[in-house]
């Protein structure tokens, strides 16, 4: 939901619109903003997962090369584990 904050929010990072990939400077994962509320961005990582909340100012947009490299992980990931369940 597009709210007056969220409006706000984006107007002052806007790498913080929903589906803009991030880095996450704390824990240095790759992911996708969820959004905003109550202060603090909602994050998820690129390949799916459980989100996490995060202070914006431990938020930096991500470069070309992190989102590829993400993106590339998340296939080798998802190979992988289909390997795995055809081989059993």
């Given at each position: ?10 107007a ?32 998820r990582p ?43």
């Amino acid at each position: 939901m597009l709210t007056n904050r969220t409006l706000e929010v984006e107007a002052e990072a806007p790498h913080s619109r929903v589906g803009t990939v991030v880095v996450d400077t704390v824990g240095d994962p790759v992911a996708e903003c969820r959004g905003a509320t109550g202060g603090l961005w909602a994050l998820r990582p690129l390949g799916g997962g459980r989100e996490w909340d995060v202070a914006p100012d431990k938020v930096r947009p991500a470069t070309d090369g992190e989102i590829l490299g993400e993106r590339l992980a998340v296939e080798n990931r998802r190979a992988a584990w289909g390997r795995e369940v055809g081989a059993s």
